[in-house]
């Protein structure tokens, strides 16, 4: 399965994440067949949240085997497998933070809990529906877990790039789940305003840093025998790399499109997160525009007057300068470490155009 380097998120790529994901998880539906019917609301959500997204955790992870192991190294099918689990555990992720934040929409749709809070009600069923809900969210969201876990082990990678890519493994789950717990503190203990962007640094380098960017490309590396020098140089490139992805994030969760980016604009500062790009406005403001910044934000019931005048103070304030400035510097920082490692150049190449699709991305 030789594919393009000039085009690592092509229509080929995706479609081959896809044929992956789509063949794993047909293997596990005779499983919950044996219910009968009761899971096919499950299922339908597995599939459905599993369709479509960036695949950018897939594509830095297939990559970087390519730049460890060289263009020659055909990649095997066991290699696109394991690339592909990370968008299981990336679903898994997502269907926990919306139940955590109570987020209403995901890719343009209902959130999953959301989802099956409106089955319960719609098929009155007995109990609270917001109960069943978030309930029923929480468990696909485990099952989504364990079946990353599954698609790895029941792949025909050999066992001995799959044991030196299995701690890396074990780390990305373990950390981006660490990340969300040090993003519920972030949220709920007072924090100074000095110190809020050293906070939002920490969290966002367990929550996303590390589970986007740097740990993929060490898992993909690790199937390709990468030494451990370049191991450690890819673990410097992903992090910088991670940082500058999440804060485009942040960004467009104000400023973009909502019928780009499949989420109402604003639902950040509803929700009180204290990001990088908050951090700075609290820091670079005048007092009265972060007094009200700090007034609006975790408010649930803002309006968008209320969100227009958050944007007010963050283009006003600099914050949102600061932010394009620091995701150059962290995305150049990366670049850097790339460029000084013994790595396969068609390799080399496909990751850098991934940097700027992680960075100048409007979804």
């Known amino acids: 399965?030789?594919?393009?380097?000039?085009?690592?998120?092509?229509?080929?790529?995706?479609?081959?994440?896809?044929?992956?994901?789509?063949?794993?998880?047909?293997?596990?539906?005779?499983?919950?067949?044996?219910?009968?019917?009761?899971?096919?609301?499950?299922?339908?959500?597995?599939?459905?949240?599993?369709?479509?997204?960036k695949r950018i955790r897939p594509a830095f992870c297939y990559w970087a085997y390519v730049a460890a192991a060289g263009a020659d190294a055909e990649p095997t099918r066991a290699v696109m497998d394991i690339a592909a689990s990370l968008d299981l555990l990336h679903v898994s992720a997502l269907i926990h933070d919306d139940l955590i934040d109570l987020s209403d929409t995901r890719r343009g749709g209902p959130s999953a809990h959301r989802f099956f809070e409106d089955l319960h009600r719609d098929s009155q069923w007995g109990g609270d529906s917001e109960h069943f809900g978030r309930s029923a969210a929480l468990l696909i969201g485990d099952l989504l877990l364990a079946w990353s876990v599954s698609m790895v082990e029941q792949s025909s990678m050999s066992a001995e790039k799959l044991k030196r890519a299995r701690p890396y493994l074990d780390a990305m789950r373990v950390e981006v789940l660490a990340g969300q717990y040090l993003d519920l503190i972030h949220q709920a203990k007072p924090v100074s305003r000095p110190d809020l962007l050293r906070e939002a640094g920490l969290v966002m380098g367990f929550k996303t840093a590390k589970y986007t960017v740097a740990r993929p490309v060490q898992i993909?590396?690790?199937?390709?025998?990468?030494?451990?020098?370049?191991?450690?140089?890819?673990?410097?490139?992903?992090?910088?790399?991670?940082y500058a992805f999440q804060m485009r994030d942040d960004l467009l969760g104000l400023f973009g499109d909502p019928q780009v980016t499949g989420k109402p604009s604003g639902d950040d500062v509803r929700e009180g997160k204290k990001t990088v790009v908050i951090g700075y406005?609290?820091?670079?403001?005048?007092?009265?525009?972060?007094?009200?910044?700090?007034?609006?934000?975790?408010?649930?019931?803002?309006t968008q007057t209320d969100i227009d005048e958050v944007r007010r103070i963050l283009v006003e304030s600099g914050a949102v300068e600061c932010t394009e400035k620091a995701i150059v510097n962290e995305a150049s920082s990366?670049?850097?470490?790339?460029?000084?490692?013994?790595?396969?150049?068609?390799?080399?190449?496909?990751?850098?155009?991934?940097?700027?699709a992680a960075v100048e991305r409007t979804a």
């Open 1 to 53: 399965m030789k594919l393009d380097c000039r085009q690592p998120l092509g229509p080929r790529f995706l479609a081959a994440v896809q044929s992956s994901v789509t063949r794993f998880l047909d293997t596990q539906r005779d499983l919950l067949a044996l219910t009968g019917d009761r899971l096919d609301p499950v299922w339908d959500q597995a599939v459905h949240f599993t369709e479509g997204g």
């Open 220 to 242: 993909g590396a690790a199937l390709g025998l990468a030494s451990d020098d370049v191991q450690q140089g890819l673990s410097l490139f992903g992090t910088h790399v991670g």
């Open 281 to 302: 406005a609290m820091r670079e403001a005048s007092p009265a525009d972060a007094e009200r910044l700090t007034q609006m934000l975790g408010d649930p019931s803002l």
């Open 334 to 356: 990366g670049m850097k470490y790339l460029h000084q490692l013994d790595l396969d150049p068609q390799g080399t190449y496909a990751l850098a155009t991934l940097v700027h």
